[in-house]
Protein backbone atom coordinates (compact mmCIF):
# COMPACT_ATOMS: atom_id res chain seq x y z
CA UNK A 1 0.00 0.00 0.00
CA UNK A 2 1.41 4.11 -0.87
CA UNK A 3 0.42 4.79 2.52
CA UNK A 4 2.54 2.78 5.03
CA UNK A 5 5.25 3.03 2.37
CA UNK A 6 5.31 6.92 2.33
CA UNK A 7 4.71 7.08 6.49
CA UNK A 8 8.18 5.03 6.11
CA UNK A 9 10.05 7.19 3.92
CA UNK A 10 8.87 10.51 6.09
CA UNK A 11 9.89 8.75 9.52
CA UNK A 12 13.03 8.11 7.49
CA UNK A 13 13.79 11.69 6.89
CA UNK A 14 13.00 12.63 10.16
CA UNK A 15 15.46 10.20 11.80
CA UNK A 16 18.26 11.52 9.26
CA UNK A 17 17.41 14.85 10.10
CA UNK A 18 17.62 14.13 13.92
CA UNK A 19 20.93 12.93 13.66
CA UNK A 20 22.16 15.33 10.82
CA UNK A 21 21.05 17.77 13.97
CA UNK A 22 22.91 16.03 16.99
CA UNK A 23 25.87 15.46 15.07
CA UNK A 24 26.17 19.04 14.36
CA UNK A 25 26.16 19.72 18.18
CA UNK A 26 29.09 17.70 18.80
CA UNK A 27 27.61 14.62 19.95
CA UNK A 28 28.34 12.27 17.85
CA UNK A 29 32.03 11.12 16.67
CA UNK A 30 31.52 7.36 17.72
CA UNK A 31 33.07 7.32 21.43
CA UNK A 32 31.19 6.78 24.28
CA UNK A 33 32.27 10.48 25.29
CA UNK A 34 30.66 13.48 23.34
CA UNK A 35 32.83 15.64 21.64
CA UNK A 36 32.86 19.56 22.94
CA UNK A 37 30.69 21.76 21.53
CA UNK A 38 32.43 24.44 19.00
CA UNK A 39 30.78 27.99 19.84
CA UNK A 40 31.37 31.30 17.94
CA UNK A 41 30.99 33.98 20.60
CA UNK A 42 29.86 37.23 18.13
CA UNK A 43 30.37 40.14 19.81
CA UNK A 44 30.61 44.08 19.26
CA UNK A 45 31.95 46.51 21.37
CA UNK A 46 32.71 44.24 24.17
CA UNK A 47 35.79 44.76 26.31
CA UNK A 48 38.42 42.65 25.65
CA UNK A 49 38.46 41.64 29.66
CA UNK A 50 34.65 40.68 29.22
CA UNK A 51 35.30 38.58 26.15
CA UNK A 52 38.09 37.18 27.87
CA UNK A 53 35.83 36.05 30.65
CA UNK A 54 33.05 34.28 28.49
CA UNK A 55 35.23 32.59 26.63
CA UNK A 56 37.00 31.17 30.11
CA UNK A 57 33.68 30.67 31.25
CA UNK A 58 33.08 28.35 28.29
CA UNK A 59 36.13 26.48 28.60
CA UNK A 60 35.73 25.74 32.63
CA UNK A 61 32.89 23.87 32.25
CA UNK A 62 34.80 21.05 30.36
CA UNK A 63 31.96 21.31 27.49
CA UNK A 64 33.04 24.11 25.17
CA UNK A 65 35.49 25.65 23.00
CA UNK A 66 35.10 28.54 22.20
CA UNK A 67 36.01 31.25 19.15
CA UNK A 68 35.18 34.72 19.01
CA UNK A 69 33.98 36.96 15.93
CA UNK A 70 34.21 41.26 16.14
CA UNK A 71 30.82 42.22 14.30
CA UNK A 72 31.34 45.72 15.24
CA UNK A 73 34.29 45.69 12.79
CA UNK A 74 32.65 43.15 10.05
CA UNK A 75 29.62 42.44 8.88
CA UNK A 76 29.52 38.99 9.76
CA UNK A 77 31.32 35.61 9.37
CA UNK A 78 29.80 34.58 6.36
CA UNK A 79 27.58 31.56 6.11
CA UNK A 80 30.57 28.59 5.64
CA UNK A 81 32.46 30.12 8.76
CA UNK A 82 29.47 29.89 10.70
CA UNK A 83 28.50 26.35 9.63
CA UNK A 84 31.73 25.54 11.04
CA UNK A 85 30.54 25.81 14.79
CA UNK A 86 27.77 24.02 16.30
CA UNK A 87 26.30 27.13 18.11
CA UNK A 88 26.60 31.03 18.20
CA UNK A 89 26.49 33.44 21.04
CA UNK A 90 25.46 36.84 20.24
CA UNK A 91 26.49 39.31 23.15
CA UNK A 92 27.88 42.84 23.72
CA UNK A 93 26.84 46.54 24.14
CA UNK A 94 27.50 48.97 20.84
CA UNK A 95 26.79 48.83 16.96
CA UNK A 96 27.09 46.55 14.54
CA UNK A 97 29.16 46.78 11.52
CA UNK A 98 26.17 45.63 9.91
CA UNK A 99 23.11 44.17 11.55
CA UNK A 100 21.49 43.32 8.30
CA UNK A 101 23.79 41.08 6.79
CA UNK A 102 24.69 39.66 10.24
CA UNK A 103 20.66 38.94 10.58
CA UNK A 104 20.37 37.22 7.18
CA UNK A 105 23.23 35.00 7.67
CA UNK A 106 22.00 34.01 11.07
CA UNK A 107 18.47 33.05 9.96
CA UNK A 108 20.28 30.80 7.60
CA UNK A 109 22.31 29.73 10.30
CA UNK A 110 19.60 28.45 12.30
CA UNK A 111 17.36 27.39 9.24
CA UNK A 112 20.12 24.80 8.80
CA UNK A 113 19.78 23.73 12.41
CA UNK A 114 22.59 25.53 13.95
CA UNK A 115 22.26 26.30 17.81
CA UNK A 116 21.73 29.86 18.24
CA UNK A 117 21.58 31.88 21.70
CA UNK A 118 21.23 35.72 21.86
CA UNK A 119 21.47 38.29 24.91
CA UNK A 120 21.55 42.09 26.14
CA UNK A 121 21.88 44.06 24.14
CA UNK A 122 20.25 42.89 21.19
CA UNK A 123 16.39 43.21 21.66
CA UNK A 124 16.64 47.25 20.58
CA UNK A 125 15.50 47.91 16.87
CA UNK A 126 17.61 47.35 13.74
CA UNK A 127 14.76 47.65 10.74
CA UNK A 128 13.18 50.03 13.25
CA UNK A 129 16.12 51.64 14.31
CA UNK A 130 16.45 53.29 17.79
CA UNK A 131 18.38 57.27 18.07
CA UNK A 132 21.79 56.29 18.72
CA UNK A 133 20.96 52.57 19.28
CA UNK A 134 21.50 50.88 15.86
CA UNK A 135 22.74 47.65 17.82
CA UNK A 136 19.84 44.77 16.78
CA UNK A 137 19.90 42.36 14.83
CA UNK A 138 18.01 43.08 10.93
CA UNK A 139 17.55 41.72 7.94
CA UNK A 140 15.20 38.45 7.78
CA UNK A 141 16.18 37.40 11.58
CA UNK A 142 14.34 40.55 12.80
CA UNK A 143 11.11 40.12 10.36
CA UNK A 144 10.96 36.66 10.25
CA UNK A 145 9.65 35.30 13.26
CA UNK A 146 13.04 34.21 15.20
CA UNK A 147 13.34 36.57 18.41
CA UNK A 148 12.06 35.21 21.49
CA UNK A 149 12.33 38.44 22.77
CA UNK A 150 11.47 40.62 19.87
CA UNK A 151 13.65 43.83 18.67
CA UNK A 152 11.42 46.76 19.38
CA UNK A 153 12.22 50.88 19.88
CA UNK A 154 10.97 50.57 23.38
CA UNK A 155 12.67 47.82 24.28
CA UNK A 156 15.14 49.98 26.63
CA UNK A 157 16.42 49.87 29.83
CA UNK A 158 14.90 52.91 31.44
CA UNK A 159 15.59 53.67 33.88
CA UNK A 160 19.04 52.63 33.29
CA UNK A 161 19.25 49.20 35.19
CA UNK A 162 22.87 49.81 35.56
CA UNK A 163 23.83 53.02 36.98
CA UNK A 164 21.64 53.29 39.66
CA UNK A 165 18.04 52.31 37.95
CA UNK A 166 16.22 49.07 39.74
CA UNK A 167 18.51 46.20 39.41
CA UNK A 168 17.45 42.59 38.54
CA UNK A 169 18.08 40.53 42.16
CA UNK A 170 16.85 37.75 40.66
CA UNK A 171 14.29 36.19 38.61
CA UNK A 172 11.68 35.63 40.66
CA UNK A 173 8.88 34.23 38.19
CA UNK A 174 9.36 30.78 36.90
CA UNK A 175 6.47 29.33 34.33
CA UNK A 176 8.71 26.48 33.49
CA UNK A 177 10.79 25.33 36.81
CA UNK A 178 11.79 21.92 35.31
CA UNK A 179 12.89 23.48 31.91
CA UNK A 180 16.26 21.61 31.17
CA UNK A 181 17.97 25.26 30.83
CA UNK A 182 17.52 25.94 34.57
CA UNK A 183 18.55 22.25 35.36
CA UNK A 184 22.03 20.55 36.76
CA UNK A 185 22.45 23.90 39.16
CA UNK A 186 21.96 26.68 37.39
CA UNK A 187 22.37 29.68 39.82
CA UNK A 188 22.45 26.62 42.04
CA UNK A 189 20.82 26.48 45.70
CA UNK A 190 16.98 26.94 46.43
CA UNK A 191 14.53 29.78 47.25
CA UNK A 192 11.33 27.99 47.60
CA UNK A 193 10.05 29.82 44.17
CA UNK A 194 12.85 27.06 42.19
CA UNK A 195 15.44 25.07 43.34
CA UNK A 196 17.77 26.07 40.42
CA UNK A 197 18.29 29.55 41.65
CA UNK A 198 19.62 31.12 44.86
CA UNK A 199 20.05 35.22 45.88
CA UNK A 200 23.25 33.86 47.29
CA UNK A 201 24.98 33.15 43.81
CA UNK A 202 24.49 36.92 42.75
CA UNK A 203 25.36 38.36 45.73
CA UNK A 204 27.89 41.16 45.31
CA UNK A 205 26.90 41.14 41.53
CA UNK A 206 25.36 43.40 39.85
CA UNK A 207 23.11 42.30 36.68
CA UNK A 208 21.60 44.71 34.34
CA UNK A 209 18.32 44.00 32.63
CA UNK A 210 15.83 45.07 30.38
CA UNK A 211 13.25 47.32 32.69
CA UNK A 212 10.29 48.16 30.57
CA UNK A 213 8.08 45.02 30.76
CA UNK A 214 8.86 43.60 27.45
CA UNK A 215 6.59 41.22 26.00
CA UNK A 216 7.95 37.84 24.44
CA UNK A 217 7.05 36.92 20.64
CA UNK A 218 3.69 34.96 20.00
CA UNK A 219 5.17 30.97 20.21
CA UNK A 220 8.11 31.59 22.20
CA UNK A 221 7.97 30.24 25.90
CA UNK A 222 9.19 31.84 28.99
CA UNK A 223 11.18 29.60 30.89
CA UNK A 224 12.07 32.71 33.56
CA UNK A 225 11.30 36.25 33.99
CA UNK A 226 13.01 39.09 36.29
CA UNK A 227 11.02 39.96 39.39
CA UNK A 228 8.48 43.25 37.32
CA UNK A 229 8.23 40.41 34.75
CA UNK A 230 10.68 40.81 31.97
CA UNK A 231 11.82 38.20 30.28
CA UNK A 232 15.02 36.59 31.53
CA UNK A 233 15.46 33.43 29.65
CA UNK A 234 12.79 32.51 26.77
CA UNK A 235 12.70 30.34 23.81
CA UNK A 236 11.97 29.99 20.24
CA UNK A 237 11.35 26.71 18.00
CA UNK A 238 12.22 27.63 14.33
CA UNK A 239 11.22 26.13 11.57
CA UNK A 240 9.90 22.75 10.06
CA UNK A 241 12.61 20.97 12.45
CA UNK A 242 11.91 23.06 15.28
CA UNK A 243 15.60 24.16 15.64
CA UNK A 244 16.31 25.96 19.01
CA UNK A 245 17.24 29.66 20.15
CA UNK A 246 17.57 31.09 23.31
CA UNK A 247 17.08 34.92 23.84
CA UNK A 248 18.79 35.74 27.57
CA UNK A 249 17.56 38.98 29.14
CA UNK A 250 20.54 39.60 30.97
CA UNK A 251 24.64 40.53 30.29
CA UNK A 252 26.66 37.03 29.76
CA UNK A 253 29.72 39.05 30.57
CA UNK A 254 28.45 39.69 33.79
CA UNK A 255 27.18 36.20 34.41
CA UNK A 256 30.78 34.99 32.93
CA UNK A 257 32.61 36.22 36.26
CA UNK A 258 30.78 33.34 38.60
CA UNK A 259 30.92 29.68 37.51
CA UNK A 260 27.38 29.54 39.34
CA UNK A 261 25.74 32.47 37.42
CA UNK A 262 27.33 31.09 33.93
CA UNK A 263 25.65 27.56 34.25
CA UNK A 264 22.41 29.10 32.87
CA UNK A 265 24.82 30.24 29.83
CA UNK A 266 26.15 26.79 29.50
CA UNK A 267 22.77 25.27 29.91
CA UNK A 268 21.13 27.54 27.27
CA UNK A 269 23.64 26.34 24.68
CA UNK A 270 23.47 22.85 25.61
CA UNK A 271 19.81 22.97 25.20
CA UNK A 272 19.92 25.06 22.04
CA UNK A 273 22.19 21.75 20.44
CA UNK A 274 19.96 19.39 21.95
CA UNK A 275 22.35 17.76 24.57
CA UNK A 276 20.40 18.57 27.45
Known sequence: MRFPRLLASLLASLVVLA??????????????????????????????????????????????TGSSFDAGASPSPGGAALAAFDAALVLGDGSFADGVTLGNDLSTYVDGGGALVLAMWLFRGANTPVPNFPEGLGGVYDVGGYFAIPESATNLDSPNTCTGGPMGSLPLTVPAPTHPILAGGALSGGLGVVPAFNAASLSGLTLCKHH????????????????????????????????????????????????????????????????L
Open 19 to 64: ALFFAACGGGGGSDAPTRVKVLVIHKGTDAQGLADVLAALAATGKF
Open 212 to 275: DGIAIAGGATLVAAWDDGAPFVATNLIGFAHARTVNLGADVQELATSPATFQVVANALLWACGR
